[in-house]
């Protein structure tokens, strides 16, 4: 790896100043290049430009599902990544070509370089090694799990290959790695229950960690664990506190938003918005008003995914006022009756506590690029 290239730099006015004219252009490019996006543009009587990010011309992200939409023509299409559906529900085809792929793997590469530096650490996966071996299960879960397994080196497995705790492969990787540098990567469930649990049992000392997880926190409602708790009980009973958690979906690969140090909010890369809807309205939501997320980004050539409206709400905090300048934001769930979707709930749980075998829809967002 190179050394890092920050890439939460810029205030919200700058943001706006320099993604504006890239994301009117991208918008043409795919009207150019895509007959399906045009038709739906011109349908809802899109013409003209846009005065602001807010302006642009959204596409809602369950559209991938229904319809193949490539900007590239087809004999060009270098992957096709599907979303991490529930088992027999329609998933999303996002389309790449090979300029696409490596633009989407360097972007991603360099966001996560912002909070892990230049250099590739030892590394503890909380999960099983089996996920990304037997194929025949290779899933969302799997492909998360190898694709960020190439941000690190000297990789230890929290599970065993049938899926159980193994403290001992823990204290070795601990003994040999633990006191420098080593990054953690799992799905936020499997982490609180696999890692924290665990290493709280065992008295383990992960103060040198560096953790990024993802997944949402669905499944540790009902523990009664939100963010600030993980965080804390974390930092009190293991020592770990660098904990970054991400939000990113495969409809708009190479594009994650990360949690500040301080783990206030979610950020936005420097190529890439988020804008707040009202369900009803579409209008933009103020600071501190919940809404529908909508994910901007300038990387999507490939495919129209450029302006995407999730099914997920959400509610910007604030602008410039935090430990990175933009947006800062939180996810507040999925809108109510929409399909669940993610990595994490691709996993459910065996009566002995073992993973169960993940869906078997085949890779996802944010690892099947890097793997």
Avoid at 28 to 52: F, K, M, P, Q, W
Avoid at 99 to 127: E, F, N
Avoid at 272 to 290: K, L, M, N, S, Y
Avoid at 318 to 330: A, E, I, L, M, Q
Wanted: glycine share 10%; hydrophobic share 40%; proline share 6%.
């Amino acid at each position: 790896m190179t050394a890092p290239a920050h890439v939460f730099s810029r205030t919200q006015e700058q943001r706006e100043a320099e993604l504006l004219p890239e994301l009117v252009a991208l918008t043409a490019h795919h009207r150019a290049n895509c007959a399906e996006y045009d038709r739906i543009l011109a349908a809802l009587g899109v013409t003209g430009t846009a005065g602001s990010i807010a302006e642009l011309p959204w596409l809602p992200v369950r559209l991938f599902k229904h319809h193949d939409l490539a900007s590239v023509p087809r004999e060009e299409i270098f992957k096709t990544l599907t979303s991490s559906g529930t088992t027999g529900a329609e998933v999303s085809r996002i389309h790449l070509d090979r300029q696409a792929a490596a633009d989407q793997t360097r972007a991603l590469s360099r966001t996560l370089q912002t909070v892990l530096g230049g250099q590739r650490l030892p590394m503890l996966m909380v999960d099983t090694p089996s996920v990304v071996k037997d194929r025949r299960s290779f899933s969302a879960r799997g492909a998360g799990v190898l694709g960020m397994a190439g941000f690190g080196r000297d990789h230890t497995y929290v599970l065993d290959a049938e899926g159980r705790p193994d403290p001992d492969a823990v204290a070795r990787f601990l003994g040999t790695h633990g006191n420098a540098p080593f990054l953690v990567f799992g799905f936020t469930f499997m982490v609180w229950q696999y890692l924290y649990e665990v290493a709280a049992a065992h008295a383990f000392d992960l103060s040198h960690g560096i953790l990024v997880h993802s997944g949402g926190w669905k499944k540790l409602a009902d523990r009664a664990v939100d963010n600030a708790t993980f965080r804390a009980r974390f930092a009190a009973d293991t020592g770990l506190t660098r904990i970054h958690n991400y939000y990113g979906m495969v409809e708009q690969i190479g594009t994650v938003f990360v949690e500040g140090p301080d783990g206030d909010a979610l950020y936005c890369p420097d190529f890439a918005d988020v804008v707040i809807r009202d369900p009803e309205t579409w209008a933009e939501q103020p600071a501190g008003t919940p809404g529908l997320i909508e994910v901007v980004s300038t990387l999507p050539r490939s495919y129209p995914g450029h302006v995407l409206l999730t099914e997920d709400l959400g509610v910007v905090h604030g602008t410039d006022d935090g430990y990175w300048p933009g947006k800062r934001f939180s996810v507040l769930g999925r809108l109510p009756r929409a399909e669940a979707r993610g990595c994490s709930d691709t996993f459910t749980e065996a009566p002995d506590q073992a993973p169960a075998q993940a869906s078997d829809q085949a890779a996802d967002s944010q690892g099947e690029q890097a793997a």
